[in-house]
């Protein structure tokens, strides 16, 4: 378990001290973690009064970075991928809270990996399949960014289903 002397920021690792008997050991009871954007909740048991109690971390301590088509690495920045997603909804009827959860998904699928890093194209393409699953405009929209038109053929493949949709 992590116990490092909690900083003033909000990013550093904080101790976890019992609220009920103030003991510095505890264990995690929960096999599974829950992740609610960059703040991973514990449910974890005091070893001395053995009472139950939940904690918040962020894990923002490493960043998860994404690799670039030219080889750069940058931080993944959950920010940018909801201002992508909510520019190609703009007027669209979706809830930003399906937006959140894609970028939540986002954001898990490049912390899952070990070396904590992913490519931006994987990335993106996981959040383009689940922004084709909840609008089509959207997902075109997102696609012709993203994609840059470099593979033009695709997308127009995809816009001829769009319209062949549409015309139904
Ligand atoms: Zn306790």
Do not use: W
């Not at 190609?88 to 898990?108: D, T, Y």
Request: proline share 3%; charged share 40%.
């Amino acid at each position: 378990m992590q116990k490092e002397t909690a900083g003033a920021d909000a990013g550093a690792t904080v101790i976890m001290k019992c609220p009920f008997c103030g003991h510095l050991e505890d264990r995690v009871v929960d096999s599974r973690e829950a992740k609610i954007g960059d703040t991973i909740r514990r449910r974890r048991e005091c070893t001395r009064c053995n009472r139950r109690f939940t904690t918040y971390e962020r894990i923002d301590e490493i960043p998860y970075m994404v690799i670039k088509k030219d080889g750069r690495r940058e931080k993944f920045d959950r920010q940018k991928v909801l201002t992508g997603l909510l520019k190609a909804c703009e007027r669209r009827p979706i809830p930003v809270s399906k937006l959140e959860e894609i970028v939540n998904e986002a954001e898990a699928y490049v912390a899952e990996s070990t070396a904590r890093e992913r490519p931006t194209s994987a990335v993106g393409e996981l959040v383009m399949n689940r922004l084709k699953r909840l609008d089509k405009v959207a997902y075109v929209r997102f696609a012709s960014v993203y994609l840059d038109f470099k593979d033009v053929r695709e997308f127009m493949d995809e816009l001829k289903d769009l319209l062949k949709a549409r015309g139904k």
